[in-house]
């Protein structure tokens, strides 16, 4: 039986109004990508006068912040995530984002004030033995050349290891405070293609003179749904989305190009490849068919985040005893969105799990879709967070 004096919900509600305070500084100034000085100040600032070891500049405006207790030689990382999105907020709120186009629409907010919470009990109490390593991580939305990646390219693994590495994201739709894992593939590869179709303008009237791209790109975006349909086996799960489709500026032109922009998606790796050549062939074979040509820039993006079996569940395990069996769902569905925190993955066994942020859609009710300019992170959830990061790392690096 777990020790009795291992984090419990309860103690970090003393915290609550302290932590939604903070969350709520923090959604009021976003930054983008990159740009989280402002936040990376704060967060290295707090962990430092909490007695940690404060490195900064990782990956950019990273910041790792390193405590020991006792002598054990084992170690955990756990990460959140600091950048905001280019998307102008609408929800009215008080707290509302004062950045004009810039606001927290996915809940990083949340995430960072999370693990802070969690930063300041362990600090506090040290119930555990060993080494604790928190990762406070720019640029997750950035989508190629992500903070994962640059964080991991500038060693810091290597720098500042750990055996294995945990993570979080909210998710609408979900009760809040509900705990959502999936062992093995959880969430899905994204990847960017671009493809411009090269032709001939012409002027309305003399459509035979030309080679018409936007006829081209509309013969391409047809053929590109079957892709999923007829070459994806149907056990399998991918996404082939085309977002944008831009050509022309007047009625009476046909222009000389156009452009098309993709989502693509999948859970596996021989899939992700499948889909990228049947991409590229029926694309160059729509353009050869009309007489056009095609330029293809396809872009990998993040993998699929694949949680390691023995990690994931240990995490839930712990979170049972946190919040009980009627809160965990230990086998939630795949999610079809992608993750940077997959790099971290692929270098250290780990979980990455989800926290339920509401049902309802009404303001304070956490049900908004991430992404969207009423999205609001539930402040709900941050002692609940805060308790579940503090009892992981006392389970992990349990003092003899």
Request: hydrophobic content about 45%.
């Amino acid at each position: 039986m777990p020790d009795a004096h291992l984090c419990q919900v309860e103690d970090l509600m003393s915290q609550a109004e302290a932590l939604t305070s903070l969350r709520r500084y923090i959604h009021e100034r976003p930054e983008l990508a990159y740009r989280e000085h402002a936040t990376a100040s704060l967060v290295g600032e707090l962990l430092g006068r909490w007695g940690y070891d404060v490195a900064t500049g990782i990956g950019g405006t990273g910041v790792v912040a390193t405590l020991t207790a006792g002598h054990g030689g084992r170690s955990i990382g756990i990460r959140a995530d600091m950048d905001a999105l280019p998307i102008q907020e609408a929800t009215g709120l008080p707290y509302a984002s004062t950045v004009s186009g810039v606001m927290h629409a996915c809940g990083h907010d949340g995430h960072t004030t999370i693990l802070l919470g969690a930063a300041q009990y362990l600090a506090t109490h040290r119930r555990f033995d060993g080494t604790l390593r928190l990762y406070f991580q720019p640029a997750e939305e950035a989508g190629v050349n992500s903070g994962a990646e640059r964080m991991i390219a500038e060693g810091l693994f290597e720098r500042f290891h750990c055996d294995a590495v945990f993570g979080l994201h909210n998710h609408p739709g979900q009760p809040a405070g509900r705990f959502l894992f999936r062992s093995g593939p959880f969430m899905a590869s994204g990847d960017k293609v671009t493809i411009t179709v090269r032709g001939k303008g012409s002027h309305a009237a003399r459509p035979h003179l030309s080679v018409d791209p936007v006829v081209v790109a509309s013969s391409i975006v047809m053929a590109l749904q079957t892709v999923v349909a007829r070459n994806v086996d149907p056990g399998a799960a991918a996404v082939v989305t085309v977002g944008v489709l831009q050509a022309g500026t007047a009625n009476n032109v046909i222009p000389a190009s156009a452009r098309l922009e993709l989502s693509v998606r999948a859970f596996d790796p021989r899939v992700r490849e499948l889909l990228r050549q049947r991409i590229e062939a029926l694309a160059n074979a729509q353009a050869h068919g009309y007489g056009a040509t095609v330029e293809i820039d396809y872009v990998l993006g993040y993998p699929v985040v694949v949680n390691s079996d023995a990690e994931t569940a240990f995490a839930i395990e712990v979170a049972r005893e946190l919040v009980g069996d009627a809160d965990v769902d230990a086998a939630f569905e795949p999610v079809m969105a992608s993750e940077d925190f997959a790099f971290m993955l692929q270098q250290r066994p780990g979980c990455f799990l989800r926290l339920g942020n509401g049902i309802g859609q009404g303001m304070g009710e956490g049900g908004c879709m991430v992404h969207n300019p009423r999205y609001d992170f539930n402040d709900a959830n941050l002692p609940i967070g805060a308790a579940f990061w503090a009892r992981l790392v006392e389970r992990y690096l349990p003092v003899a």
